[in-house]
């Protein structure tokens, strides 16, 4: 998982908001965070609770508990992202091959958290989605998608589940190769690698896709990738 071990110093720590409906998962998370330095500013059981908080408290970072009673986190994060765009949303899921998670990652999840996930691990994953980077690993999105992307989306979402279709002709040729390689699951630093460039133009490339096609992430620019068939199931990992 790229730069999820990596503790980032310079910046302020993120203030979070843990919606689960499970009291314990709550308890247990915001212990682990604020032991590491890293605020919790509130807590909801369910996804109504997790929308009005993030109104009221604007937390940098939602952990957010996809399968909760009422409204669910797939419906919560989908009016989050809507109302709050610069909040960030890391799904949380006890496994993951799920089918809800690939619908999250379409609509603008950072990305996804089994609910195992170790204290350090979790604490560092904060941070990095923060930060404007996404939650990835690629070998477990590359197969996520590659299981969902052909149609079998989560109940309740429909043929129009939350799908990223942008039109590819924006792109110049540099960038639709660069955004190939994102989807087979490379970091900056294996893209500048793989292309030949310096880390620095990679960014530049970057940022630029994300502009054109109204992407907030990589977790998105993954979907697309495979959606579009930039990338395709079963192919090259990169």
Do not use: W
Not at 28 to 57: Q, Y
Not at 186 to 207: I, R
Request: aromatic share 4%; with cysteine; glycine share 10%.
């Amino acid at each position: 998982m790229t730069g999820a071990g990596a503790e980032d110093v310079a910046a302020p720590a993120p203030r979070v908001l843990i919606a689960d409906d499970q009291a314990l998962i709550r308890t247990g998370f915001r212990l682990i965070l604020t032991t590491r330095g890293i605020e919790v500013v509130g807590e909801a059981c369910d996804g109504a609770e997790a929308v009005a908080a993030v109104r009221r408290l604007r937390p940098d970072v939602v952990l957010m508990d996809i399968r909760m009673p009422g409204m669910d986190g797939l419906e919560a994060a989908r009016r989050i992202l809507a109302e709050a765009p610069r909040c960030k949303v890391l799904m949380l899921t006890t496994f993951d091959l799920d089918r809800y998670v690939y619908a999250a990652l379409a609509l603008g999840a950072s990305g996804f958290l089994l609910k195992d996930v170790t204290p350090e691990h979790l604490a560092a994953s904060v941070r990095l989605v923060d930060t404007g980077d996404a939650l990835l690993a690629p070998s477990i999105t590359r197969r996520l998608v590659e299981r969902f992307a052909g149609g079998d989306r989560a109940p309740g979402t429909g043929g129009d589940a939350p799908a990223v279709h942008r039109d590819l002709a924006v792109l110049t040729p540099r960038e639709r190769e660069v955004l190939t390689l994102m989807g087979r699951g490379l970091s900056n630093t294996e893209l500048a690698e793989v292309l030949t460039l310096s880390e620095a133009t990679v960014k530049t490339h970057v940022a630029r896709i994300f502009a054109k096609l109204a992407l907030r992430d990589r977790a998105q620019a993954v979907v697309l990738a495979y959606e579009t068939g930039l990338v395709t199931p079963g192919g090259d990992a990169g």
